[in-house]
């Protein structure tokens, strides 16, 4: 069994088509969208396009924070609030719908695999890593992970939302922190995404750095949105240090 996650593409259709070319070449059996699909200001339309693509073809889908500030009254900041504007605007409506009315978990293979954004309670919180407002992640107490793990009966938790690559074992549970395709924040420009192979029983976990053409990406968002100056920082530099107007709207702890 093989399966290709991916995460937080946040509107970036180049570095979507990217990792699209590998997974694709990887042959898996299953591909696990793990949320947070459209906001960002790199041809954010053609990425859900992408998206929309993958779930006909039967990828499994959980919806991020991002996809619930698509409900109403769901923005909060001032930044938030005109990107919100902007992509009503020139994205087709029955797309965003789509994906704002994603479900918050989703299982696969018997139940095996479970699949959320942050946690299975909250698209908001996360799992294996927690935000320490200092603005770095820190390691969950691993009785938190276990009290939170063990109750769901699941081989393999999958969860995106911290834009950081990892896993553990946490009982007999694997829990998978899979990469962001976009928007990184340890200096690394590269998407990311997160494969995933099962052969004799046991899971075999392999994170993914690719290449894509970032000031192609760059160049769209500065033609076609008022968010270019932004997106350049936070595409070229590899970091978060760009995003907001002042008020984290990312992970909380």
């Known amino acids: 069994m093989r399966v290709a996650v ?13 990792v699209l070319r590998e997974v694709r070449a ?5 591909i696990v969208n793990l949320g947070d699909q459209a906001e960002g200001s790199a041809d954010p339309a053609r990425a859900l396009e992408m998206q929309a693509e993958l779930a006909a ?10 996809e619930e500030k698509l409900w109403p009254g769901g923005r909060r ?18 797309l965003l719908a789509r994906v704002a009315a994603l479900p918050l978990t989703a ?25 320490d407002h200092g603005g770095f992640y820190r390691a969950r107490d691993p009785r938190e992970l276990r ?23 946490v009982g007999d549970t694997l829990l998978v922190n899979a990469g962001s395709v976009s928007d990184q924040v340890d200096g690394d420009p590269r998407a990311r995404w997160t494969l995933l192979d099962r052969a004799n029983g046991q899971w075999a976990v392999t994170f993914h750095a690719t290449p ?30 760009a995003r907001g107007d002042g008020v984290w709207e990312g992970p909380q702890p």
């Not at 995460?7 to 990217?18: K, M, P, T, Y």
């Not at 033609?223 to 530099?237: D, N």
């Open 77 to 94: 900041s001032a930044l938030s609030l005109s990107y919100g504007a902007w992509l009503r605007a020139n994205t087709d409506p029955t």
């Open 26 to 30: 990887a042959s898996p059996d299953l």
């Open 147 to 169: 009290a939170a793990l063990d109750p769901l009966g699941a081989e393999v938790v999958l969860c995106g939302h911290t834009h950081r690559a990892g896993t553990t074992r």
């Open 6 to 18: 991916i995460s937080d593409v946040h509107g970036n259709a180049f570095a979507l088509n990217a």
């Open 212 to 241: 894509y053409d970032i000031e192609a990406a760059v160049a769209w968002a500065c033609t076609h949105t008022p968010f270019g100056e932004g997106e350049a920082k936070l595409l070229r530099t590899g970091t978060m240090d």
């Open 107 to 131: 299982r696969a293979l018997g139940g095996a695999l479970l699949a959320c954004h942050g946690t299975p309670d909250s698209a908001w919180h996360s799992l294996l890593w927690v935000w």
């Open 57 to 66: 073809a039967g990828a499994l889908e959980v919806r991020g924070n991002n």
